[in-house]
């Protein structure tokens, strides 16, 4: 499987904006992980941007799980890139 990296941005007041959506969110992404597609996902400490891991069989795999993300799908996510990564360490 190769690997990737999601790189995105949140909403302004994403604090509040997430609430709604917050228990779906966390709710798929411990599927993700449990699946072994997640490796890892959170935002930064000031909550302007969202980093995420995964091990997928593409990078169409990984952008469709992060467009299914409630949210993506509520303008939490504003905006995201997705590069392969080749974990060195």
Sequence with gaps: MAKYVMWG???ENV???RTPYRTAHLEGLQAQKDQGILTALGPT???TKVLGT???ESE????ALIE???YW???IWTEYV???WNQVF
């Design 45 to 47: 400490v000031d909550n």
């Design 9 to 11: 941005s949140y909403c």
């Design 60 to 63: 169409d795999a990984v952008r």
């Design 82 to 84: 997705v590069y392969e």
């Design 73 to 75: 799908q509520n303008g």
């Design 15 to 17: 604090l509040e904006k």
């Design 68 to 70: 299914g993300d409630p």
């Design 54 to 56: 995964y091990e997928a």
